[in-house]
């Protein structure tokens, strides 16, 4: 799912976004409560008509900027208080709230407001956390109102396996319509996030989406789809794209070395995305090179489309029967 924090992916318009074959797209609760406000959205016909995405949508919880603004926020049963960047203003986000907010914004999967500990963390912090996940996630039932959003619950629990596991049959109890690992890609190596996926992911039901919530590139994706995940999201197409750099048959390559100045082959010639198929590896260097916020434009197509084809590719093998066989070194550890 690529990532449109304020009902926008970067640089991309959404005819461009269908184009790269993506099927669904992610928004931000926390973001967008701030700007344009979720009345807005509401009276727009909800965030589908706001932005112009015919596909489906998902948005986060707001739980992420527990996280990300640790030092602009004050975690209490009741919720999290948070200082906005913006202005200043004192936030109140609670898991009703964050509900009340995601109902108004209309996506069709929303995701329970959740407490994200950071790496590292004590386990007893990290246990409190995981708690609170579980006693807010219960709130978020209560509070949901529209039967036609599908709300997912999020596993948390750090890197302890046995609070994972904890946490899993707990919120399995609860027959959600899909549930999600959150908590990983918080600055833990990759091995780290590869053996909690592995663990946690056999614990949730195979017959309901699963969804691993920050992670999306090729190996970490292989390596959770051989474990059983179903979704991701990541903002590295789009930010990568914005630093010059194109995503390449799983290598980043930065057009700004001087090896791509004078090179008229096509980004990737294996790939059929409008980028490739119109412009030069040559061109895009210029464009870079100039700061020219086309570059940012051709790089997203290119990079989303990438990571889109690479996932078709993974389901035609599984449904073949030949996934180990087509991507098993990217099962093997990096050398």
Aim: glycine share 8%; net charge neutral; aromatic share 8%.
């Amino acid at each position: 799912m690529p990532v449109g924090t304020l009902a926008n992916v970067k640089t991309v318009t959404p005819d461009q976004l269908q184009a790269t074959g993506a099927q669904m797209v992610l928004a931000n609760t926390y973001h967008l409560h701030l700007q344009p406000g979720e009345a807005l959205v509401a009276a727009a016909g909800g965030v589908h008509q706001f932005m112009g995405w015919p596909g489906p949508m998902l948005t986060d919880s707001g739980g992420f900027q527990v996280f990300s603004l640790s030092e602009m926020r004050t975690i209490s049963e009741a919720g999290v208080k948070f200082r906005s960047p913006r202005d200043g203003r004192i936030i109140n986000m609670t898991p009703e709230e964050s509900i009340r907010i995601q109902n108004a914004l209309g996506a069709d999967v929303i995701m329970a407001f959740d407490e994200c500990p950071p790496y590292p963390a004590s386990r007893e912090a990290v246990e409190v956390a995981t708690d609170r996940t579980y006693r807010w996630l219960k709130r978020c039932i209560v509070a949901h109102q529209r039967p036609d959003q599908a709300l997912f619950g999020i596993v948390q629990g750090g890197v302890y396996p046995d609070l994972r596991a904890q946490a899993a049959a707990a919120l399995t109890t609860l027959d959600l319509p899909g549930y999600a690992i959150g908590g990983v890609s918080v600055g833990e190596p990759p091995e780290l996030i590869e053996k909690i996926v592995q663990a946690t992911t056999p614990l949730l039901p195979p017959e309901k989406p699963r969804y691993l919530m920050g992670v999306g590139t090729h190996r970490e994706m292989v390596q959770a789809i051989a474990a059983g995940m179903d979704l991701f999201d990541c903002v590295i197409p789009t930010r990568l794209a914005r630093h010059g750099t194109a995503i390449v048959r799983g290598e980043r390559w930065n057009l700004k070395n001087a090896r791509f100045r004078q090179d008229l082959a096509a980004l990737d010639e294996t790939c059929d995305c409008y980028t490739c198929r119109t412009f030069s590896r040559a061109y895009l260097c210029h464009l870079v090179h100039a700061r020219e916020t086309l570059a940012h434009t051709l790089l997203s197509i290119h990079n989303i489309t990438e990571l889109v084809r690479f996932t078709q590719r993974i389901r035609a093998a599984i449904l073949g029967d030949r996934f180990v066989e087509e991507f098993g070194a990217w099962l093997t550890p990096k050398t």
